[in-house]
Structures are given as structure tokens and as C-alpha cells.
């Protein structure tokens, strides 16, 4: 099929969706990505021209009402905001990264109203989720009201995550049975209605891939709430970034630059900061505001968390990292903070040694020399060892024990 000829909606998806797919095993090459990714975005816009021109869908109708084939058509928009969200910037510039947030943003509210229009599309978790997300679009949490404990935040990310879990089993799952493959080539082959509406034949295993598209549309609802409150997240970051310069027209920066040609290079060097477009070849001497006088000039001066808990500016946590950096060069064992003297010393201290008694202590006093003056220690001492020895005279060794028993 040329260029030229119309498509037909079913070609025309089919080759938007080889497009989507093939954007994950594209090589590191931004230019490529980028054709591949402008392509895709086209042909997913273009479905969506066919589909408006043939009134696929509409309000009237009920899910029973829908064309099995006509099921992966409702994914359009869904596909259109992941996509529009990869869009590489061409300069990194968060007034351009906020259009096309806006854009993602519309595409994803396209989806989400047109499975409401449903009946049974959407299930009553996810219609509050849609009725909390039109009160507040920009506020909108999975969480809900309790999205401000840290605790309510981290319950719900892995309610969602395990939810989420659950879905990719279930549509795995089904895509793994062989009713599915079978019933996928009979829908394929059915060409009746399907070049003019992507419609197909009624064939013995219809519901079992009707059951994997409807499988499939919930896990996209479910990765697109999650979206919405990823793109608010992103554009309160891009709300706090520092207002962009205004461009000065071109005559009157020609004019500038003639008027101060033969003064101070100073003035000139103001005049392309000011407007942004200064050489990158270009050389200058001037340093860098310091920090703490750039984080005034940007609000820095204000609280670093808000009520909620989140980052307002910028921060350094200056004492863990002295500590780490303290760490870097250091033995990977504890090094000794005292000598054994001192350690000796306080333990004396706080009396953890004790001192005195035993055999070297009654040693000890005995030599002591202050005792030589100490004559009445010294007398019975004496009188002591004489009784000693008169009980030695009248006892001599052996008197006590005549028959010699032992």
C-alpha cells in the first residue's frame, strides 16, 4: 500500500501500535527514536480522525453494544498521552515541558471519559477515582485525603502496586490460552467489516478474546490514574523553577551591541546574559553567585517542607556527608581513643580495681616501715613468739601420741 492510498482504520492502528512497540528495542539513537516516535504519534492522530469520521463510539450505545474488534480502539487516546509524554525537548525549557504535560493530560482525560460513557467499562473503584480527579485535576492522588500521612502514602503505593500485579497475571494469562490465539487468526482473517469499522466476524472463542481486551482496558485505567498523579507531581517541580528571561527583540539587541562596541565588554556580557543567548565559546572571568545569595534570590530564604512533607528548595544534609567524607581514608577497624595507662587510670577511677588483701598485702605491712616505731606492736609480737616457744619446750614432738597411732 503506498503512501498515498487512504488506510483503512485496522492498518492504520496496526501500524501505530508496530510503531509504539518498536520504540522498546530501538537502539540509543535519539534521532531515530524521535522519527520513530513522531510517526507513531500521527498514525495514533489519524486514528482518531477515522474514528471520529466513522462515529465508532458513541453515548447511545451500551458494552454489549461495542464490536469485539472495536475494543483495542478505545485505547487510542491512552496510547497517544504515553507516547506524547516521551517527547523528547528540544531545549530544556519548562514552559515547553508544561505544553506538552497539557497535552499528555487531555489525552488521558479523553480516555478515561469515554470508557464513563460505558456502562461496566469502569468499576466503582475507578469511577470514584475519575469523580475525585474532575473535583481537583491538579491535586489528584491515588491516595485520596489521606495522600498527607506518609504512612496512608506508602499503603496505597503497594495496594496499587499489588493491583497492578494482579492485572498483568490476569491479562498474561489469558493471552497464554489457546482459545485466544485460535480466535485472534479467525478475527484477523475475517475481513467483512473490519477495513470499513475494524469490525469482525462472530466466531466460537469471540469471548475469550473479548475477555483480553476487556482485561487489558483495565489495566490501561489503572496505569492511567497513576499517570495523572505522576504529571502533577512533575508539574509542581516545573511551577517552582525560576521564570525564564524575556527575549529582547533582534533590532534591539543589534542596537545594543553597536552602542556599547567601543565601551566596557562588561556591559556586553550582562546584555547576552540577561537575554540568554551568550556563546558557549565565549569567555568569562566573572565567578558564579554564591550559593546561599542564589538560593535568596530564588525563594531560598523561605521553609525547606512544607505542611505536607515535600521539598520546597533545594538541601544539603552538610552532616552526614562531612561524616562519610570524614570516613573515606580511615582504617576499616576502630582505632584505640586512650593509652592502656589511661585506660588503667579511669577505670582506678570509677574503683573498677580493687586493691589490698591477700598474701602480698600482709607481706607488705609487715615490711612496712612505719611499724619500727610502733614499740607496743612490737612488745606483743614478742610475747607472742616467746609463749610460742615455752609450748614447744612442754610439748615436745611425739609426747601426745605414745601408741604411735596414726
Known amino acids: 500500500m503506498s503512501d498515498q492510498e487512504p488506510r483503512s482504520l485496522k492498518a492504520t ?18 534521532s531515530d527514536y524521535a522519527d520513530t516516535l513522531s510517526a507513531a504519534i500521527k498514525l495514533y492522530q489519524s486514528c482518531l480522525s477515522q474514528i471520529s469520521i466513522l462515529s465508532l ?5 451500551g458494552l454489549e453494544d461495542l464490536n469485539t474488534n472495536d475494543l483495542p480502539y478505545l485505547l ?17 525549557s519548562p514552559a515547553e515541558r508544561k505544553r506538552l504535560l497539557d497535552q499528555a493530560r487531555e489525552a488521558y482525560e479523553r480516555y ?27 491535586e489528584f492522588t491515588v491516595a485520596g485525603a489521606s495522600a498527607s ?8 503505593k503497594i495496594a496499587n502496586f499489588k493491583a497492578e500485579k494482579e492485572l498483568r497475571q490476569k491479562l498474561a494469562y489469558l493471552r497464554q490460552r489457546p482459545e485466544y490465539a485460535a480466535a485472534d487468526l479467525e478475527l484477523d482473517d475475517d475481513e467483512s467489516t473490519t477495513d470499513q469499522t475494524g469490525g469482525g466476524g462472530n466466531t466460537g472463542d469471540e469471548e475469550v478474546v473479548r475477555s483480553v481486551h476487556l482485561a487489558h482496558l483495565d489495566l490501561c485505567t489503572h496505569l492511567t490514574f497513576q499517570a495523572l498523579e505522576s504529571l502533577n507531581r512533575e508539574m509542581e517541580v516545573l511551577n517552582m523553577a525560576p521564570r525564564e528571561p524575556a527575549s529582547l527583540p533582534s533590532a534591539q539587541l543589534r542596537g545594543n551591541n553597536q552602542a556599547g562596541a567601543g565601551n566596557d565588554m562588561g556591559a556586553q556580557d550582562d546584555l547576552r546574559r540577561r537575554q540568554g543567548g551568550a556563546d558557549p565559546r565565549d569567555y568569562s572571568d566573572r565567578l558564579d553567585m554564591p550559593l546561599s545569595r542564589l538560593q535568596g534570590i530564588l525563594g531560598g530564604s ?10 520546597l528548595r533545594p538541601f544539603t ?35 573498677g580495681i580493687i586493691e589490698g588483701g591477700g598474701e602480698a598485702s600482709w607481706k607488705a605491712g609487715e615490711k612496712n616501715p612505719d611499724d619500727e616505731d610502733d614499740h607496743e606492736k612490737l612488745d606483743a609480737e614478742t610475747m607472742k613468739a616467746r609463749a610460742w616457744d615455752e609450748f614447744v619446750e612442754a610439748n615436745p614432738k611425739g609426747a601426745g601420741n605414745t601408741l604411735n597411732r596414726g
Request: net charge neutral; proline share 11%.
Open 13 to 30: 492502528f496496526a501500524a501505530a501500535e508496530e510503531k509504539r512497540l518498536s520504540l522498546e528495542n530501538l537502539p540509543p539513537n535519539p
Open 302 to 311: 523561605g521553609p525547606i517542607l512544607s505542611k505536607e512533607g515535600r521539598p
Open 317 to 351: 544534609l552538610t552532616g552526614t556527608r562531612q561524616e562519610i567524607a570524614k570516613g573515606v581514608f580511615r582504617p576499616s577497624h576502630n582505632l584505640p581513643t586512650m593509652s592502656i595507662d589511661e585506660y588503667l587510670e579511669e577505670e582506678r577511677r570509677r574503683g
Open 149 to 156: 500521612d506518609p504512612n496512608a502514602r506508602r499503603n496505597a
Open 57 to 61: 463510539f458513541s453515548s447511545n450505545e
Open 76 to 92: 487510542v487516546n491512552y496510547h497517544l498521552a504515553e507516547l506524547i509524554q516521551k517527547i523528547p525537548s528540544p531545549t530544556p
Open 112 to 138: 478515561l471519559h469515554l470508557l464513563d460513557s460505558y456502562e461496566g467499562l469502569l468499576n466503582p473503584t475507578y469511577k470514584k477515582r475519575l469523580e475525585r480527579y474532575t473535583d481537583s485535576p491538579t
